[in-house]
């Protein structure tokens, strides 16, 4: 693989300012040069603005758009997509960092035939960028039908949505359906990644950190009712529970799919309530 391959970042943000300067600090401080990052302002009304400026006049690297109106956060991710230039494309949120040496080891993996997407490790961390859960890297098999089950049947506080994070070829990113096509808005990373996963292998790195800042939860007695009625009936999970069977591709894998459907419910709602009582 050339070293001079060009990987296009997207960092789609809505009011950054918080974070905005780490994760930029995160990115051009990568050991892999050769990339572009391309900023999608949704409209932010704080300093957001004003950062990527003073960023833009030391490092050439950084293209600056700027929407009129908040588009939402899914259409703004599909529109970094769209501004690519490089071979190999990965998100970026605007509240998170990464290991000086992400992008070059997300490169490696795909000198390894039939990888779609590259990742590490996910390390949980809190507002004020303390490590509070280190994620076990995932492991996805090679068998296609093994691999959609196991990530279908991950929980989904497991940190499997950060794989959305990796790196994937432009190419194939651009050949898949938009994030905003996708009915279950609030899964559609999960389902997208779901979708990636009928083409092709996920190459894992342990050895490089992915720091996903994580705000706290709300508490309280009230918030623990919305969030188990939220698990057992809200349209948006129920949408996404049923969204993986259309999203595999082969009938075999649909059928599956569906015949642990039920259990999948059942299975995350009991999680949800267990999980929300217990803390």
């Known amino acids: 693989m050339s070293r001079d391959e060009l990987v296009s970042i997207g960092l789609p943000v809505y009011n950054g300012e918080g974070h905005l300067r780490q994760a930029l600090d995160?990115?051009?401080?990568?050991?892999?040069?050769?990339?572009?990052i391309i900023v999608a302002d949704n409209a932010s009304d704080d300093s957001?603005?004003?950062?990527?400026?003073?960023y833009i006049s030391k490092d050439g690297r950084i293209r600056y758009y700027r929407h009129d109106k908040n588009m939402g956060a899914t259409a703004n991710f599909d529109f970094v997509l769209k501004k690519a230039n490089g071979?190999?494309?990965?998100?970026?949120?605007?509240?998170?960092?990464w290991d000086p040496h992400w992008v070059a080891s997300m490169l490696k993996g795909f000198e390894r035939k039939g990888v779609v997407l590259s990742f590490g490790r996910v390390a949980a961390v809190d507002l004020d960028g303390r490590v509070?859960?280190?994620c076990t890297a995932f492991h996805l098999p090679e068998n296609r039908l093994l691999r959609l089950v196991k990530y279908?049947?991950?929980?989904?506080?497991?940190?499997?949505?950060?794989?959305?994070?990796?790196?994937?070829k432009t190419r194939f990113l651009l050949q898949r359906k938009p994030f905003s096509k996708f009915r279950a808005?609030?899964?559609?990373?999960m389902l997208f990644v779901f979708s990636c996963l009928n083409h092709g292998l996920v190459y894992i790195d342990p050895s490089v950190l992915f720091y996903k800042r994580m705000p706290p939860e709300k508490s309280g007695k009230a918030s623990v009712i919305?969030?188990?009625?939220?698990?057992?009936?809200?349209?948006?999970?129920?949408?996404?529970?049923?969204?993986h069977v259309s999203e595999a591709n082969a009938t075999l894998d649909r059928a599956v799919l569906l015949l642990l459907l039920p259990l999948k419910y059942v299975k995350a709602v009991l999680s949800n309530i267990i999980r929300t009582m217990t803390r």
């Open 87 to 97: 071979e190999y494309f990965m998100w970026a949120a605007f509240d998170d960092v």
């Open 48 to 54: 957001t603005q004003s950062i990527i400026d003073e």
């Open 132 to 134: 509070i859960r280190d």
């Open 226 to 243: 919305s969030r188990i009625w939220n698990s057992v009936f809200k349209m948006d999970r129920i949408n996404y529970y049923i969204g």
């Open 26 to 36: 995160s990115l051009l401080a990568q050991s892999y040069p050769n990339i572009e």
């Open 152 to 168: 279908f049947w991950l929980e989904e506080y497991s940190g499997k949505a950060c794989l959305i994070y990796g790196l994937f």
């Open 185 to 189: 808005q609030n899964f559609s990373d």
